[in-house]
């Protein structure tokens, strides 16, 4: 019989949105419709702080923030760039190992 260890701190039965999906699902886009967010768990407030640092999330006044369409587009724009050139550079690296073996 196999024995399966479960990390109980690590795994969760409740289904947590995303703060992108949170903010969403309230029209936070705009600085008008900017919603608090006050029953985030510890991991979905770590994001939203990462969020707001890189500019993707905005805070108004009063700890509520909204979404910045734009910024997280730009944001997944240059993921993707940097994602394409990390795979150019793999591909330039094997190919001049294979060529000096």
């Known amino acids: ?3 399966i ?3 109980a701190g690590h795994v969760s039965t409740k289904h947590q949105k995303s703060v992108i999906d949170l903010l969403r699902e309230c029209r936070a ?5 900017a919603q608090p967010l006050p029953d985030l768990s510890k991991m979905q407030r ?4 990462q969020a ?3 500019g993707t999330v905005r805070l108004a006044a009063g700890n509520r ?4 369409e734009d910024a997280l587009r730009d944001f997944h724009s ?7 050139a990390s ?4 591909a330039g690296i094997a190919a001049a190992w294979l060529l000096i073996r």
């Open 29 to 33: 886009l705009r600085r008008e419709a």
């Open 87 to 90: 795979a150019v550079v793999a």
């Open 5 to 7: 260890p479960i990390a």
């Open 78 to 84: 240059r993921q993707f760039a940097i994602a394409f």
């Open 65 to 68: 923030y909204y979404l910045d």
């Open 1 to 3: 019989m196999a024995f």
């Open 52 to 54: 707001v640092d890189r």
């Open 46 to 49: 770590r994001v939203l702080d």
